[in-house]
């Protein structure tokens, strides 16, 4: 079982820098708009700064790890309905898809935690007054406007960096190459909402991996610092 002992542990440290302004909604429009008059606010913690959750990086990541997987011709399950995961589709745990092997399944059958955790990314600096934008809803069909559809929405300011810290436990070398390019595929999609209109282009810095064995733990090695070129051929830029 992938989770029975600790082989290889991998931390990854650095920021994310957001290009672009950047808006992940809070998830509570009714209450921020009666408090502070905005429709779309971002989402902030407990001291009222933005963040960005470990929840929503692992979920853009998990989406853009599936695209790449099935281009290269992997069989990869359609999350997120269980009935249609690996969880619920194999029988057995080794022949879960890839994506499933890193970020984990649920289902009637087969339930496993991820490989990989993502912390709440907080900014690495005071975040700078956020933006609030105006925007109007367009009908699809139609193209017209809706009425009453004018909105305000808050971003987060570009070049706001926050930090970043994925940790990820026994990858295989194929599993890590996937996870690595998912990464290099976010800088080109976008991060939170309201992508279409501009918002949520992002620059992900790793500075380095800490790479840890249960001997660590123990007290009787060290861990390993991948920085500099060798950071760079594992990031699959070199």
Same mark, same amino acid.
């Given at each position: 079982?992938?989770?029975?002992?600790?082989?290889?542990?991998?931390?990854?440290?650095?920021?994310?820098?957001?290009?672009?302004?950047?808006?992940?909604?809070?998830?509570?429009? +009714?209450?921020?708009?009666? =408090?502070?008059?905005?429709?779309?606010?971002? /989402?902030?913690?407990?001291? !009222? &700064?933005? *963040?960005?959750?470990?929840?929503?990086?692992?979920?853009?990541?998990?989406?853009?790890?599936?695209?790449?997987?099935?281009?290269?011709?992997?069989?990869?399950?359609?999350?997120?309905?269980?009935?249609?995961?690996?969880?619920?589709?194999?029988?057995?745990?080794?022949?879960?898809?890839?994506?499933?092997?890193?970020?984990?399944?649920?289902?009637?059958?087969?339930?496993?935690?991820?490989?990989?955790?993502?912390?709440?990314?907080?900014?690495? +600096?005071?975040?700078?007054? =956020?933006?609030?934008?105006?925007?109007?809803? /367009?009908?699809?069909?139609? !193209? &017209?406007? *809706?009425?009453?559809?004018?909105?305000?929405?808050?971003?987060?300011?570009?070049?706001?960096?926050?930090?970043?810290?994925?940790?990820?436990?026994?990858?295989?070398?194929?599993?890590?190459?996937l996870l690595m390019a998912a990464l290099r595929s976010v800088e080109d999609t976008a991060l939170g909402g309201q992508s279409t209109r501009g918002l949520g282009k992002v620059?992900?810095?790793?500075?380095?991996?800490?790479?840890?064995?249960?001997?660590?733990?123990?007290?009787?090695?060290?861990?390993?610092?991948?920085?500099?070129?060798?950071?760079?051929?594992?990031?699959?830029?070199?």
């Amino acid at each position: 079982m992938v989770f029975e002992k600790l082989e290889r542990r991998h931390i990854f440290e650095g920021y994310i820098e957001a290009v672009t302004p950047l808006h992940v909604g809070s998830g509570r429009p +009714e209450i921020e708009r009666e =408090e502070r008059g905005i429709d779309l606010p971002v /989402l902030r913690n407990v001291d !009222g &700064t933005p *963040y960005i959750p470990g929840s929503s990086i692992k979920g853009k990541v998990r989406a853009e790890a599936e695209r790449i997987a099935r281009s290269m011709g992997e069989e990869v399950c359609n999350p997120p309905d269980v009935e249609n995961m690996c969880g619920t589709l194999k029988e057995h745990e080794d022949e879960l898809c890839i994506v499933c092997k890193i970020f984990g399944t649920s289902g009637r059958r087969i339930s496993r935690a991820s490989k990989v955790k993502f912390r709440d990314a907080l900014p690495l +600096e005071p975040v700078k007054a =956020e933006e609030v934008r105006t925007g109007i809803a /367009l009908d699809r069909e139609t !193209g &017209t406007v *809706y009425r009453g559809a004018l909105y305000t929405m808050e971003a987060v300011p570009a070049g706001t960096r926050f930090r970043l810290e994925m940790v990820a436990d026994n990858l295989t070398d194929d599993e890590l190459r996937l996870l690595m390019a998912a990464l290099r595929s976010v800088e080109d999609t976008a991060l939170g909402g309201q992508s279409t209109r501009g918002l949520g282009k992002v620059r992900i810095c790793v500075e380095r991996v800490r790479v840890r064995t249960a001997g660590y733990y123990l007290g009787r090695e060290s861990e390993r610092v991948i920085e500099g070129e060798e950071l760079e051929r594992l990031l699959g830029r070199a």
